[in-house]
């Protein structure tokens, strides 16, 4: 009788203890949308070239801040060069990121090297390049 009673209070306790949610994938990076950060042309002239540079001779090269939510609505611009998306798991819609994307046309066919980098921990969260070495 004993048996039981211990094994029924140490189910009741195993039910009744809360389960502790797992962190969201979103928390890790937050929404920072209260903080202050450089233009995208200050961040970009900081920038250490190896992370990313704009083509010299560019026909087109685009700097702009955005909410992360936002980057393939600028990507989108800039279409008719070539289609490029992003998806970002991890971040917050919220968060504020610089987009770049640079854009060169080598005998009629459009080459580009697009970063996006996080304006906080100013890290690259995607990088993409096609153009002919």
Do not use: H, W
Request: charged share 25%.
């Amino acid at each position: 009788m004993f048996k039981i009673i211990v094994l029924c209070l140490a189910i009741s306790v195993g039910f009744s203890t809360p389960v502790i949610d797992p962190p969201k994938a979103d928390e890790k990076y937050p929404a920072n949308t209260q903080k202050q950060f450089l233009s995208a042309d200050e961040f970009y002239n900081q920038l250490d070239r190896k992370e990313y540079s704009e083509f010299d001779g560019a026909k087109l090269n685009v700097r702009r801040s955005c909410l992360f939510k936002d980057v393939n609505n600028i990507l989108a611009e800039t279409d008719q060069f070539g289609k490029m998306r992003v998806s970002g798991s991890g971040y917050n819609p919220n968060r504020q990121v610089y987009v770049f994307r640079s854009i060169i046309m080598i005998g009629g066919r459009a080459y580009d090297k697009t970063a996006v980098f996080d304006a906080e921990t100013k890290r690259p969260i995607v990088q993409s390049r096609n153009y002919p070495k």
